[in-house]
Every structure is written in C-alpha cells, then in structure tokens.
C-alpha cells in the first residue's frame, strides 16, 4: 500500500459525459501528479499540481482539466468522453515537486 | 526529445533463471531513473532510484545499474511471484517536463515453476 488513495476504483459511462476522479496524496507530500496508462501508449503523464498550483502539463487534452485543493487531494475532471478515453488513470505522489513518486492503486474508466 | 527505451518486450524465464531487463533513455540531463514493478490493473510499486552513472541498488532478488545511457535490472534466482511489469522511467533536470516522469513500455516478465 503506497499510501495514496483514488476512488472511484471503476467508472463505466456513454459517450458524451462528464466523470471526476479522485485523489488523496501520502500524508505529507506536496505535489500531485496525474497518469493515464492505454494498452498501446503504456504511461503517459498529464499534469501536476504542488502545494495547489499547476507545475507542470504534459499530453493533456483541453477536454481534461484538474485541481488540487487546499486539504492537497486533486480532482481529474473528463468531459466530452469518447471511447479513446478508456484507460486506466492514475495519480501519484512526491513530497517535493522531484524524485520518486508513489502511485495509487487507479481508477478504471471505460466509455461505452 | 526525451525518451525511454525497454527491452525485450516479454521474457519468459524458469524458476532460478538469472537474466537482466535493460532500459536505455535519452533525456536533457538525468535527475533520476526510477524503476517500478507493476502488477496487472494495479498502480506502479516504486523499486529504485539511481542518480548517477555506476550507482547500484539492490532489493532482495533485484539489482539495478546505471551508465550514462542505459540502465540494467538483473534478476538473480527469480520466483514465479517475481512475474510482474517492470516500468522504467526518467526524471529530466532542464526543460518544461522537469518534475514528471517519461515512463517506457515495460518489459513483462513471466517466471514458471
């Protein structure tokens, strides 16, 4: 158990809609990050957050957006679902905005 | 552009059969290289990290090295509970992905009795 936590574990919806996902970081760790893991793109990164601010974006599309909240959990916003958006997404965790990070345990999306 | 490369894609080996996972990455300035065993529909469970070329770490059956280029994860004597994902990945020091990890594909490894 890596100490960070993601709910829901599995999220199944149509086309066109809008899901949040959820992240709760390790106790004492600042920075947040978001991943997204296909079968054919292995793990890709989106964003992170430290301390509330956004750090740094990655290969996120403008129909995803994020945030991190002042109690540090983030929140993955997906709107406008295609079926290209089935993926696993996960969030992890570093005390800094550098050096190793501690994964959760994913959030399973699949859009019918 | 930064980028990490692992090979081979599968391994198939017996119980008690050392071999060695590779990892070559292209990066602008090396952070870290990080190591991750990631078991099917679970997150990535943090191995290693390196920082400099001949650094070395080791936890029970795994052993990780660092060259300026490329990175090695020798599995010695593996048990069929080794069998998993293991992701490589890297950390860039200049350049607007600093902070985030450039994972490769993995190399899934499967270990029989």
């Known amino acids: 158990d890596s100490g960070v936590t993601q709910t829901p574990k599995h999220l199944i919806t149509a086309t066109g809609q809008r899901v949040t996902l959820r992240c709760s970081p390790r106790?004492?760790?600042?920075?947040v990050y978001w991943y997204q893991q296909s079968l054919d793109q292995g793990l890709q990164f989106l964003i992170q957050?430290?301390?509330?601010?956004?750090?740094a974006k990655g290969n996120i599309l403008e129909r995803f957006s994020a945030q991190q909240f002042p109690d540090l959990h983030s929140e993955l916003n997906l709107s406008s679902l295609e079926l290209g958006d089935s993926a696993l997404y996960f969030c992890?965790?570093?005390?800094?905005?550098?050096?190793?990070?501690?994964f959760g345990p994913g959030t399973r999306l699949t859009v019918l | 552009e930064d980028q990490v490369t692992q090979s081979p894609e599968a391994l198939r080996l017996q119980e008690g059969e050392s071999s060695s996972l590779n990892c070559s990455y292209t990066?602008?300035?090396?952070?870290?290289l990080f190591w991750y065993r990631q078991d099917p529909g679970k997150g990535p469970e943090f191995l290693f990290t390196?920082?400099?070329a001949g650094e070395e770490k080791e936890k029970e059956r795994l052993k990780a090295t660092l060259t300026k280029k490329e990175s090695f994860l020798h599995i010695t004597a593996p048990k069929p509970e080794d069998s998993a994902t293991y992701l490589c990945?890297?950390?860039?020091?200049?350049?607007?992905?600093?902070?985030?990890?450039?994972f490769g594909k993995g190399t899934k490894l499967s270990v029989k009795p």
């Open positions: 992890a965790s570093s005390v800094t905005g550098q050096g190793e990070q501690f």
């Open positions: 106790s004492g760790d600042l920075s």
């Open positions: 390196l920082y400099s």
């Open positions: 990945a890297v950390q860039a020091r200049y350049g607007g992905s600093q902070g985030n990890l450039i």
């Open positions: 990066v602008s300035g090396l952070r870290g």
């Open positions: 957050y430290y301390n509330g601010e956004e750090r």
